[in-house]
């Protein structure tokens, strides 16, 4: 694309006449060509190509065919010298523009060029192996525009370099191994506006020579040996110049007044340095500055007057530094600021006001920056949404970091009362009785709205919240609050989550919502928590953190909702202070199924349980009903009932209730698919007194959602006592089965010392175990026998 300029005129001028045709080439075996632009010919063959392509266009320029070459781009191979004779083949076709690489080249003949010479205006010699300016072979390229030696290894640019040479506008010598530049080496090249001196070995003291370069308006010294500071007199006074690469050195800092000799400088890049240091009032005399990229350094601070005289500044890019924080400093004097990259430092706060003065940004970077989601942010959430020109990607890349509750919500979204949520509890009240945590409640819960009809549900739900007057729903505050109660049910916690389970008293059929959950430890401050507007039944509170040695107090606010699905009233309430407990864990095997025909039939026959001193509650059941496949042979009852055994089998839409009462309290239950024989382990158990009861439910067909929880600590008694009781058992009909029980076991000893087999019972029984302390420090299994009530 270098040449194109050069070449432009002419391509104008042919298009308007006819159609271009590509010349073919290609049949010829020492020159391959083709053609991926008007009047330019791209051709790779050996050290005979030139003469051929030479030979071959000006047969077709005699023909007068609309095969006229303007740039000619030749690979050739195995080619070391540039003779005169070779290039002389081109002549006489009108050539503009001309580059020839090898990869090989060291030499170009003197007077080279000499037959194209009236006509060339762009020469390339790129990619060769050349160690100096082939002075001799252009000293007569009077009309040369443009010059490209790039990727040579030319050490040393000196005065003669470029004699003859004098009408120059663009010179790339990119990518070689100078070290040097000799004074006035640049002088002859009075009209030079562009120069690549990109992937060399200079250093700043070199820089002097560009002096001569008068009128130069692009440079390029990238990738080089420059160190130090960037001072006043690092690139010397050049009053045309306006873009200037920096970027890929090894600049340390930026000082006072730098590069003050260019003062019409519009673009400087300073990319890939290891600025840290922006000292006050570094570009002072750059007021002409649009662009500036300071990105790839290790900038901890920029001060409010190491950015303040760039009035004109357009583009920054302070992207990959190490800021720690975005102040309203240095950018109160960017006015015309549309462009402001931040992203990938250590960004954690952003002051409020920072950007008050940059509403119509139209491009702000500021992901992968540890944003801290705090009160002091609430300024940029806010600003986020009323930036109109800013792109939803970028909006959308602003989200926390922390805290952990807030960890990945988008902050364009987030409302002053979410992110002031922890501010100014006492912590000496918070262990007063007295303490009104319905006040704490009203004072910081979110203010937020669900909005899904505008961005769609989220599951996380915390992206999801606008202020409420951006809303068309009553705020939270002009809700009244209800004279319902709630009540905190049921706590339990695992690795990665919360289970909170709230019920409403008196019970309503409406539906309710949970709009904010605090949690406070013992003489701690009250921690909001997002609770995902779930049903106050199934609350999931995700990234808190339970310490299984602290009592917590849990505070809810649920919204009550009318027929239209809309917020009515507030429900307030807090939990008791309680210590949560950690789920437990427990194994259940899960049987084949089959159809039984007759379900009548069905009923539990045998409840038996204990608890070891490990801390693990084995329950057995047998139930009866159930038909088996014939076994082979019949194992003892002592090995049918403690081993499983996949012969028996287990019914469809056929469940095992099983429940687990302290006290009165439930505190586990679990349903299993029917089987002949189960056997239900659950961990975390100590020594009761318990209930375990069990019965059949013919008719569950839904999911099965277990109830899991850990046992508040009781003291250890001697024997554990176990019941299998029913809700609907009446207070004669446990009298009449407490009297039973003393001859029901009576026959149940008789008939197993005399028939060794087990013994049936009758309906309706609870399971109450014997008396008898343990013998032995082993864990032995209390007989509890009755049968269900179907």
Sequence with gaps: MWLMGAV?????????????????????????????????????GDHTALQIIGRHLREQRARNKNTAVSLLDVALRGVTSLPSASVAELAGIGLHGLVISSGDIKRVQQGAFNSITATLLALGLPNNQLPSVP?????????????????NKIHTLDSSSFKGIQNLTYLDISDNQLTNISPG?????????????RGNLLKVSALTALKEAHFLRDLDISSNALEGPVGPSTVPALSFLEILHLSDNTFASIRRGALSGLTNLTQLNLHNNQIDVLEDYAFKHLANLSHLDLSHNEIVAVSGASLAQLVNLAHL????NFLRSLSADPLKSLHHLTELLLHDND????????????????RFTIEDNPLNCDCLMAGFARWLREAKNLPQSDKAAAVCATPPHLEGALISRLSKNKLCDDEHVDAKVIDDPNYDYNRVIENIIDEDKDDSDLYGDKQDGLDDDMYDEEMEVPSEEDLPISKSKVRLVDSWYDDEEVHLSWALEPPSTRRYRCTGVTASKSGGLPKHV????????????RGLKIDPLEKYTFCIALEEMDGEDTPMSLVLGCG????????????????STMVVPDREALRVSEVRSNVTSAGLLTVLISVMGIPAPKPQYVLPRSQRVSTPDTRYVSLHNCYVILAVLSKGSLVAQKDTPCQSTLEVSMEGFI??????????????????????VVPQLLDSVGSLEMKSSFKNLNTALVGIALGLMVIVIGLVWFVRKMLKKPAEFQAHRCFRPEPVPEENPRASYVMLTATSKV
């Design 185 to 197: 080496a640049f002088q002859p090249l009075s009209k030079l506006t562009v120069l690549r001196l």
């Design 687 to 708: 020594r009761g007194p318990y209930e375990v009861c069990a019965k059949i439910s013919k008719y569950k067909t839904d999911e099965m959602h277990p109830i899991c």
């Design 530 to 541: 997002a609770c995902h507007r779930a049903a106050p039944s199934n609350i999931i509170l």
């Design 8 to 44: 432009s005129i002419l391509c104008v001028i042919t298009s308007a006449l006819s159609e271009w045709n590509c010349p073919e080439l290609s049949s010829r075996p020492s020159a391959e060509c083709s053609c991926d632009l008007p009047h330019t010919l791209r051709c790779a």
């Design 135 to 151: 002075t001799e072979a252009l000293t007569h390229l009077a009309n040369l525009d443009r010059l490209d030696l790039s990727n």
């Design 317 to 320: 890019d302070l992207s990959h």
């Design 347 to 362: 960004i954690s706060m952003i002051d409020d006001g920072a950007l008050t003065q940059h509403k119509d940004l139209q």
């Design 576 to 591: 008791a202070s309680q210590m949560v407990r950690e789920r437990a864990a427990y194994i259940t095997m899960r049987p």
